[in-house]
């Protein structure tokens, strides 16, 4: 038996098969004619030798016969609507869980400024370190005996001690940095001494007394969670060795310190 368009009765037997009712959620998809043509529907049924199916341009039920609808071309087209739904949904259903989960990490930090470390699910202080300045006797004996000062000073800012106390055992660890005032910050790498570590080296202007400073920045990513709360993290792991968050302003003597330790993590 054929149809009216005398195409092959097995082949429409075949997508019947295929072809239970589907019910989109509202989903739109191209309901293929064999002439070329499309109606654009959000749901089709095949009954018997004909389609139903819910014109979207239209909000109504039609039907037409099967013998003129490319169920082949239909069918492809809906399951990729399906399957780029499904991919949408799992996309919302991550960024939401993201979100949630980004809200849940947010609730722990304290609203006071600071450095703060998640080591699990247990938040931990970064004490903020004491630094001191130490200038060069030297180029200080060369100043005064100059007539007029044309000698730069020379200071760097030093903490006690050649490792920190506060040790991460990740190489790219992330901070939660509440900032005390609208000002500069990231993580620099200490230079070590004996008995200290350099944070920064200061070149003091004469007449002037303006400060330029030098420091290895690492270079990091940085996240603004609220209006003075940032996520920090190095771009690249970090060799073991000392480190320090910083706030600072470009030219001022106000550097702060957070300072902190990388180790290789325990082996298993």
Not at 39 to 47: A, P
Not at 131 to 144: D, E, G, M, N
Not at 189 to 195: H, I, V
Not at 237 to 259: H, K, S
Request: aromatic content about 8%.
């Amino acid at each position: 038996m054929r149809n009216a368009s005398n195409a092959p009765v097995p082949l429409r037997l075949l997508l019947a098969a295929l072809l239970l009712p589907v019910l989109l959620l509202g989903d739109n998809f191209r309901l293929y004619l064999s002439d070329g043509t499309w109606h654009q529907v959000s749901e089709y049924k095949l009954e018997q030798d004909r389609v139903r199916y819910y014109s979207v341009e239209r909000s109504d039920w039609e039907e037409i016969p099967s013998s003129l609808v490319d169920l082949k071309k239909t069918e492809a087209e809906r399951r990729a609507v399906v399957e780029t739904v499904k991919k949408s949904a799992a996309a919302d259903d991550a960024e939401e869980q993201f979100e949630r989960e980004q809200a849940r990490l947010l609730s722990l930090i304290p609203m006071e400024a600071g450095v703060y470390y998640l080591d699990g699910e247990k938040l931990l202080t970064v004490k903020q370190a004491e630094s001191k300045i130490v200038t060069s006797k030297k180029r200080s004996i060369l100043k005064a005996m100059s007539p007029i000062p044309l000698i730069t000073g020379k200071a760097t800012i030093e903490l006690d001690g050649e490792h920190s106390a506060f040790v991460v055992r990740e190489d790219r660890p992330t901070f939660w940095f509440r900032l005390s005032a609208y000002e500069r910050f990231g993580i620099a790498r200490c230079e070590p001494k004996k008995d200290a570590r350099i944070i920064e080296k200061w070149s003091i202007v004469p007449v002037s007394n303006e400060v330029t400073s030098e420091r290895e920045n690492i270079e990091i990513f940085r996240q603004q969670v609220s209006n003075e709360l940032y996520k920090v993290w190095p771009q690249a792991p970090l060799t073991p060795g000392e480190y320090a968050v910083i706030q600072f302003t470009e030219g001022e003597r106000n550097t702060q310190i957070w300072d902190f330790r990388v180790e290789k993590p325990a082996a298993k």
